[in-house]
């Protein structure tokens, strides 16, 4: 009995020494007021050697408090919030702390609540822009803070800089944060931003003929959409569509404009070449040639069938090509009429470069069943040509397509054209003064009529 009670109170002593072991809260955590998004210290001191200290907080009244961490550190700062509490570093007030200490015999009491206030400079800062703000390159417009009294500054002050009444200037391509501080009669201060952007959009691709004919038809595409299509001459474009029509040769140029959310724009230039189109080429009948035309009607002109007759254009180098039942040799301009009747077509094609031009006629083949015998019927009124003796011109009126050949009283071949139906004025200002004989052939008729120039 004597030892139960020996041990009995050797544990009440051991229990007691342990109990008085643990720490003790000596020092309270003060009251701290900082500004929004600065650090607040609070810490406390304690007796018996603790090992460590703990930290809780409430910020509903100190109904419930959560704690916030534990280590061998005494004090507790804001920021080692992790994000979970983010909003109480964000400017929630009326936050309690309170503290404990710790050693190997246990934890002491919570400290008393220490409270937090967090200050701001203003409720809400922002800077007030223009509704349409100009942020390309060489732009400048006006800012200002919805709080008076801040001051500006650029982080790029290379593409943007600001002066002190928030003036903007745009001085290059790229990024910069203007930034607007204000800083309140309590000490604290707020920041408010504008994102300025001067880079336009990227430049276009654009792809399409660098070489085109007068009067020729082609599309132009870029590799974006929504571009504005223009020309710097010599073609129509369509703004939208980029189909362009040449108009006058020469140098151009083709641009496609593309516009950012920014409202800065980018052109691509695209060179292009209007080519030129040869002169539309004359058409005659070979010398020595005998006229097939019979009558004309309605403006056709009728050849008689099972005729071979060679043509001449002019200036030489062309391409013959017939259509229906005249067949013409491409390169020596020989033409045969078979034995079927019909319409025909001939073209002379000539070419300059990648650019053409021709000139072309058309009739009907018919039968003929025989040759002409009557001049007057068959196309030559008299007198033939007028006025006569002629200076600069001379006309004469006939009544089919003919062909007219000037020649000098030698022989010499002088000037050849071909006669419309009607009345004909022909140009003789190249012509010296003197005599020449002048020959119409209609057909299967010639007609020679002597024409004095003066």
């Known amino acids: 009995m004597k030892k139960y009670l020996i041990n009995m109170l050797l544990a009440i002593v051991v229990a007691t020494t342990a109990k008085a072991q643990v720490p003790v809260i000596t020092t309270q955590p003060n009251n701290a007021s900082v500004c929004k998004g600065s650090t607040a210290t609070f810490s406390v001191a304690a007796s018996n050697s603790p090992i460590g200290y703990g930290w809780e907080y409430s910020n509903n009244g100190g109904e419930t408090f959560v704690q916030i961490n534990s280590n061998s550190v005494n004090g507790f700062q804001f920021s080692n919030f992790n994000t979970a509490n983010i909003g109480v570093l964000n400017g929630t007030n009326g936050f309690m702390v309170r503290g404990y200490a710790y050693n190997a015999s ?56 600001v002066n002190c009444s928030g003036m903007v200037s745009v001085k290059a391509q790229g990024t910069s944060s203007i930034n607007y501080v204000y800083t309140a009669i309590n000490g604290c201060s707020d920041t408010a931003k504008y994102l300025l952007n001067s880079n336009p959009p990227t430049p276009a691709i654009v792809s399409g003929a660098t070489s085109v004919c007068v009067g020729a038809n082609t599309t132009y595409t870029a590799n974006v959409n929504n571009g504005v299509w223009t020309s710097n001459g010599r073609l129509t474009i369509s703004a939208t569509s980029g189909i362009a029509t040449a108009t006058s040769a020469g140098v151009t140029a083709v641009n496609y404009t593309l516009t950012g959310n920014n409202g800065c724009t980018t052109k691509t230039v695209f060179a292009t070449t209007v080519n030129a189109l040869p002169a539309v080429p004359t058409i005659a009948y070979a010398i020595g040639t005998t006229n097939p035309q019979t009558t004309s009607s309605g403006g056709q002109i009728r050849l008689c069938k099972n005729k071979t007759f060679t043509l001449v254009g002019t200036p030489s180098g062309g391409v013959w090509s017939s259509t229906g039942v005249a067949v013409a040799n491409p390169i020596t301009g020989l033409i045969s009429i078979g034995s079927s009747t019909g319409n025909w077509g001939i073209t002379y094609t000539i070419s300059s470069g990648s650019c053409t031009n021709k000139r072309s006629f058309t009739g009907t083949v018919v039968s003929c069943s025989k040759g002409i015998s009557n001049t007057n019927e068959q196309g030559i009124t008299s007198p033939m040509f007028y006025p006569n003796p002629a200076r ?25 054209q071909v006669l419309n139906a009607g009345n004909n004025t022909l140009d003789i200002s190249l012509l010296s003064k003197g005599v020449y004989l002048a020959t119409v052939i209609t057909n299967d008729t010639r007609q020679v009529q002597k024409i004095i120039v003066e």
């Open 392 to 416: 600069g011109s001379i006309s004469i009126n006939i009544k089919t397509p003919s062909t007219v050949l000037f020649t000098d009283l030698y022989g010499k071949n002088i000037k050849q």
């Open 106 to 161: 246990g934890g002491s009491q919570p400290s008393s609540v220490a409270m937090l206030t967090i200050n701001t400079a203003t409720d809400s800062l922002y800077i007030v822009k223009p509704n349409t703000t100009p942020t390309c390159v060489g732009n400048s417009f006006l800012l200002a803070g919805s709080q008076a009294n801040g001051v500006f500054s650029s982080s790029n002050s290379n593409v943007a800089s």
